[in-house]
């Protein structure tokens, strides 16, 4: 009679369990934890620039219809989170010691978060209350946030607990041991004010969306100039932390001095000339430098800084390259000029006009603003573009083969860094994160990676090998190897593999019938070898076999 509920009671257990192992445990790598956080925090920042567009009665009014669907999805999203927290709350280990698991999680401030921010909404359906106010309250939603970012400010102080405050700084903006995850979320918050306020200057270049937004985007630039001027003096700070800039002053105007530093610089010092300036001067031209900001992702992105790289080892070959490609322009314009200007002075009057249709021709676009009518102009401009085809692809053909050596580098160099950490037979968690990071900066894949690893456990293990035979102490070395090999499965079939190969070497050597005799007598061998032996004299190459190969 009981069957029934007892597997229900089973079932329900393992649906919890379940769920809280996918969705909410950290401890767990490959479940979707990660991805539903910053689903949820995606649907957070999507919530506050909806309720930011709502102000703009040339967005909104339009489109009403549109926002109150989105608001209505929001709402059930952040509604089935809170709901599926509360059901796996048994599970967590925050909670699974208290009496009422559920209630003590209710109590929590992020779950008191995630009602505030759901529950004005269901209540309206039984009380009266202004929309517009419930709208405000989606402010709340921005609360939310917390939850991600909570434990990455604890996991930052307890990693720089014993540091200064300047090193905290510079552990913050910069990659460290130390850094953690709070490094990564402003990395991201960075990220994410360039491509809005790189996009703002765009858009404001349009006349009609200028008109009705103009207050806007005076507010959204002022905000990134405040957040990117905060960071460049944070950057600035702490630079005395680098060991390459140590000097009180004098590291801080060299770490200044350095181009990621500049483009920092370049990024808001076109908001406070026009601010200070304006009265004196028209600046307003020096907001087209705002798009400069663009520029301040190349720090974050690893195949730029492997170009940069690779520009400046090739420099010297990339000099010859563009050192040929101008003289040959300059040579066409000459000609062109010589050949051209009588007949049309209006498009060859000079050598500088000249020296663009040569580019122009030379770099096979052709836009046929200027082209040339005599038959020796045309013949010119047949060589050239057919020179152009080749002297254009010298210096992308050395880029392309130069990065690709460096890519090939970084990645021998990661095997180094491999063979290094399994040097002791174990990976730790701090060594995999390395790796893990190492990988995503040369855009390797998790099968790339493994196979990586792998490559790397069988190397180490047979130069483990053969070091332990050269040295000949086999009775010391002979049990750390066997303990290598088994922590290793792959690695030990790898060896086995080897052990075979040699065996079949020395029987194919061997006298078959001394050896043949020597495995018969039992009191030689044991069972097992005797059949293994056997099986290698029957598939082992004779010496006659040997000599016709």
């Given at each position: 009679?009981?069957?029934?509920?007892?597997?229900?009671?089973?079932?329900?257990?393992?649906?919890?369990?379940?769920?809280?192992?996918?969705?909410?445990?950290?401890?767990?790598?490959?479940?979707?934890?990660?991805?539903?956080?910053?689903?949820?925090?995606?649907?957070?920042?999507?919530?506050?620039?909806?309720?930011?567009?709502?102000?703009?009665?040339?967005?909104?009014?339009?489109?009403?219809?549109?926002?109150?669907?989105?608001?209505?999805?929001?709402?059930?999203?952040?509604?089935?989170?809170?709901?599926?927290?509360?059901?796996?709350?048994?599970?967590?280990?925050?909670?699974?010691?208290?009496?009422?698991?559920?209630?003590?999680?209710?109590?929590?401030?992020?779950?008191?978060?995630?009602?505030?921010?759901?529950?004005?909404?269901?209540?309206?359906?039984?009380?009266?209350?202004?929309?517009?106010?419930?709208?405000?309250?989606?402010?709340?939603?921005?609360?939310?946030?917390?939850?991600?970012?909570?434990?990455?400010?604890?996991?930052?102080?307890?990693?720089?607990?014993?540091?200064?405050?300047?090193?905290?700084?510079?552990?913050?903006?910069?990659?460290?041991?130390?850094?953690?995850?709070?490094?990564?979320?402003?990395?991201?918050?960075?990220?994410?004010?360039?491509?809005?306020?790189?996009?703002?200057?765009?858009?404001?270049?349009?006349?009609?969306i200028s008109y009705h937004l103009h207050s806007e985007f005076i507010i959204l630039d002022t905000i990134a100039v405040v957040i990117f001027s905060t960071e460049y003096i944070m950057r600035i700070y702490s630079a005395p932390e680098d060991p390459n800039y140590q000097a009180w002053f004098k590291g801080r105007v060299?770490?200044?001095?350095?181009?990621?530093?500049?483009?920092?610089?370049?990024?808001?010092?076109?908001?406070?000339?026009?601010?200070?300036?304006?009265?004196?001067?028209?600046?307003?031209?020096?907001?087209?430098?705002?798009?400069?900001?663009?520029?301040?992702?190349?720090?974050?992105?690893?195949?730029?800084?492997?170009?940069?790289?690779?520009?400046?080892?090739?420099?010297?070959?990339?000099?010859?390259?563009?050192?040929?490609?101008?003289?040959?322009?300059?040579?066409?314009?000459?000609?062109?000029?010589?050949?051209?200007?009588?007949?049309?002075?209006?498009?060859?009057?000079?050598?500088?006009?000249?020296?663009?249709?040569?580019?122009?021709?030379?770099?096979?676009?052709?836009?046929?603003?200027?082209?040339?009518?005599?038959?020796?102009?045309?013949?010119?401009?047949?060589?050239?573009?057919?020179?152009?085809?080749?002297?254009?692809?010298?210096?992308?053909?050395?880029?392309?083969?130069?990065?690709?050596?460096?890519?090939?580098?970084?990645?021998?160099?990661?095997?180094?860094?491999?063979?290094?950490?399994?040097?002791?037979?174990?990976?730790?968690?701090?060594?995999?994160?390395?790796?893990?990071?190492?990988?995503?900066?040369?855009?390797?894949?998790?099968?790339?990676?493994?196979?990586?690893?792998?490559?790397?456990?069988?190397?180490?293990?047979?130069?483990?090998?053969?070091?332990?035979?050269?040295?000949?102490?086999?009775?010391?070395?002979?049990?750390?190897?066997?303990?290598?090999?088994?922590?290793?499965?792959?690695?030990?079939?790898?060896?086995?593999?080897?052990?075979?190969?040699?065996?079949?070497?020395?029987?194919?050597?061997?006298?078959?019938?001394?050896?043949?005799?020597?495995?018969?007598?039992?009191?030689?061998?044991?069972?097992?070898?005797?059949?293994?032996?056997?099986?290698?004299?029957?598939?082992?190459?004779?010496?006659?076999?040997?000599?016709?190969?």
């Amino acid at each position: 009679m009981n069957l029934q509920p007892i597997s229900f009671s089973r079932m329900n257990l393992h649906i919890r369990k379940r769920m809280f192992d996918l969705f909410f445990n950290h401890q767990i790598k490959e479940n979707y934890c990660n991805q539903f956080e910053r689903f949820i925090a995606y649907m957070i920042v999507l919530n506050i620039a909806g309720l930011a567009l709502e102000h703009i009665p040339v967005v909104y009014e339009t489109r009403e219809h549109l926002f109150h669907i989105f608001d209505v999805v929001s709402l059930a999203i952040f509604s089935i989170e809170y709901v599926l927290r509360v059901y796996v709350a048994p599970e967590d280990p925050a909670f699974s010691s208290a009496k009422y698991p559920r209630l003590a999680y209710c109590k929590s401030p992020f779950a008191l978060i995630d009602l505030i921010s759901i529950l004005p909404f269901y209540l309206s359906a039984f009380f009266e209350a202004d929309l517009r106010i419930l709208r405000a309250l989606r402010l709340l939603r921005l609360l939310k946030l917390f939850r991600a970012l909570a434990p990455a400010f604890n996991e930052f102080l307890e990693l720089n607990k014993d540091k200064s405050y300047r090193y905290k700084i510079y552990a913050l903006v910069n990659e460290t041991p130390t850094s953690g995850n709070l490094h990564q979320i402003f990395d991201m918050f960075i990220v994410t004010w360039v491509i809005l306020s790189v996009l703002a200057v765009i858009f404001e270049s349009v006349q009609s969306i200028s008109y009705h937004l103009h207050s806007e985007f005076i507010i959204l630039d002022t905000i990134a100039v405040v957040i990117f001027s905060t960071e460049y003096i944070m950057r600035i700070y702490s630079a005395p932390e680098d060991p390459n800039y140590q000097a009180w002053f004098k590291g801080r105007v060299s770490f200044a001095c350095k181009p990621t530093s500049i483009i920092d610089f370049m990024a808001i010092v076109p908001f406070y000339l026009e601010s200070l300036l304006h009265h004196l001067f028209d600046l307003r031209f020096l907001r087209v430098f705002r798009l400069m900001r663009l520029l301040k992702l190349a720090r974050y992105s690893g195949a730029t800084q492997s170009l940069f790289i690779v520009i400046k080892r090739e420099w010297p070959v990339m000099k010859a390259a563009v050192f040929i490609l101008l003289l040959l322009v300059m040579l066409a314009a000459c000609l062109g000029y010589v050949f051209e200007h009588e007949a049309q002075p209006d498009k060859f009057e000079n050598i500088p006009q000249a020296i663009y249709w040569s580019v122009i021709t030379l770099a096979s676009v052709g836009y046929g603003d200027i082209s040339p009518i005599t038959p020796a102009g045309r013949a010119i401009t047949i060589v050239i573009a057919l020179l152009g085809i080749g002297i254009f692809a010298i210096p992308a053909a050395i880029l392309s083969s130069a990065l690709s050596d460096q890519l090939r580098i970084e990645r021998e160099s990661m095997m180094t860094e491999l063979y290094t950490m399994l040097e002791d037979g174990v990976i730790s968690p701090d060594e995999q994160e390395l790796i893990e990071a190492e990988a995503k900066r040369l855009h390797l894949s998790k099968t790339e990676l493994d196979r990586l690893l792998e490559k790397a456990k069988v190397q180490m293990g047979i130069e483990q090998g053969s070091a332990k035979d050269a040295k000949g102490d086999k009775g010391a070395t002979s049990e750390m190897s066997l303990e290598f090999l088994s922590k290793h499965p792959e690695l030990a079939a790898e060896q086995l593999k080897i052990t075979i190969s040699k065996l079949q070497q020395i029987v194919s050597v061997s006298d078959r019938q001394e050896l043949s005799k020597y495995i018969d007598n039992p009191d030689n061998v044991t069972g097992l070898q005797s059949s293994m032996l056997k099986l290698l004299l029957q598939n082992a190459p004779s010496k006659v076999q040997k000599k016709d190969t």
